[in-house]
């Protein structure tokens, strides 16, 4: 049974290895193959991705709640075959309409991977062990992606339009090895299917909902530090605009580091959200920091930037460490995968109105990050008030509403 185990999670990190890398090629590269590849205008680049945004937000749990129809192993294959389709298209857009159509796609597909993976990864474990199988997904997904932003060199090199379309179409490999990994998973519970709870439902659970809303406040400070940062130390700090480069990097090193040690003990909701007070007071400090940067001359402005960005990816850790354990203490028996999709469209809100609000604060007066400082102060504080989780169902002693699965 362990080597069972053993095998099944290799694979699974195998999946999520290929999607990651497969996200990070899509994320470095879409505003530049869109303005390059497909020879839209900027504005009409903003418009495409914020449809594909605003799509992603609507995926999530109906996919979820297929996947435990049809089994996660059948569930995860189709829905990587179907991403590899969407981003082959992708590679083939030559029209504004086209390029919405596509993006569209890929966004609506997009934030319904990551639970199903995650869910695939911990099945029905106890929470201690699944906050630590977790933890060990994000480090290598979060290197992952970073590692996914290396292709694209390649087409900024070369700069033409076919070499653009070229990398894009390598994503949509990369989720066909990931259909491949899926084909076989040796774990009968992951080719059962269960009965999932309705969309209703899950809305239904108040204090789950209060969670998420909180979480994915919160989480604006992961658009913060990757969208407003970098603009505002380009525009108002003496430090050089190379030093921006090294921003995911650090917050690379930040997670791979940290985030086990984060997760220990999240299994004890107080705990979690102990983790996840902390991650908002660390968004509000490094939110203040901010307005020490530019007067500090060169040397002092690049030390002040990297620790502002070691603070907020510290902050970030924390964030998903007490979200993903708070959040296990909400999801009844058996509804991992759909209470888990619910939980990622928290995140999925934050960047869709997150970059609005961020280049609205670069645009304007410093003191605007004093504002987002009190937000996320206020937000820490919120978290101690959170309603605790319904009860739980009780369960029936039969083996196959124990477990809520039956043989396909």
């Known amino acids: 049974m362990l080597t069972l185990r053993f095998d099944r999670s290799l694979r699974i990190y195998a999946i999520g290895v290929a999607d990651a890398v497969g996200l990070g090629i899509y994320l470095s590269l879409s505003a530049l193959y869109l303005k390059e590849g497909v020879a839209l205008t900027t504005a009409q680049v903003g418009w495409v991705l914020g449809v594909s945004g605003i799509a992603s937000l609507f995926g999530a749990m109906p996919i979820a709640r297929a996947a435990q129809r049809v089994g996660l192993q059948r569930g995860l294959c189709i829905l990587m075959v179907g991403r590899a389709v969407a981003y082959f298209l992708l590679s083939t857009v030559h029209s504004l309409p086209a390029a919405l159509l596509a993006f569209s796609l890929t966004g609506l597909m997009s934030r319904g991977t990551v639970p199903l993976i995650e869910a695939a990864l911990i099945g029905d474990d106890d929470k201690c062990v699944a906050m630590q199988a977790l933890a060990r997904m994000r ?10 932003g290396l292709p694209v060199g390649f087409a900024v090199w070369v700069d033409a339009p076919w070499a653009y379309r070229a990398v894009m179409a390598s994503s949509g490999l990369l989720f066909l090895l990931a259909a491949l990994f ?16 309705s969309v209703a439902s899950v809305l239904a659970n108040r204090p789950y909902i209060a969670l998420i809303a909180v979480y994915g406040a919160l989480t604006l400070s992961t658009i913060v530090l990757g969208v407003g940062l970098p603009l505002w130390v380009v525009g108002h700090s003496a430090a050089p605009s190379w030093i921006v480069g090294a921003f995911k990097l650090l917050n690379t090193l930040c997670v791979i580091a940290w985030q086990a040690r984060a997760n220990r003990g999240t299994d004890r909701l107080e705990r979690a959200l102990g983790r996840l007070r902390t991650g908002g007071v660390f968004a509000a400090i490094s939110s203040a920091a901010v307005l020490a940067i530019g007067s500090n001359g060169v040397f002092g402005d690049i030390a002040i930037v990297l620790i502002v960005v070691a603070m907020f990816s510290m902050g970030e850790v924390f964030l998903v460490a007490g979200g993903q354990g708070a959040a296990l203490a909400h999801i009844p028996q058996g509804q991992r995968p759909i209470y888990m999709a619910a939980f990622n469209v928290g995140f999925a809100g934050a960047t869709v109105i997150g970059p609005l609000m961020v280049t609205a604060t670069v645009a304007g007066p410093a003191w605007g990050w004093a504002l987002w400082s009190a ?5 820490a504080c919120v978290v101690g008030w959170l309603p605790m989780p319904m009860p739980m169902p009780l369960q029936h002693e039969d083996a196959h509403s124990a477990t809520g699965v039956r043989e396909s």
């Open 182 to 197: 899926c084909t076989r998973m040796p774990d009968r519970a992951l080719n059962g299917h269960r009965t999932p709870a």
């Open 375 to 379: 937000f996320f102060a206020f937000l």
């Open 139 to 148: 480090m290598v997904r979060t290197s992952s992606i970073a590692a996914g």
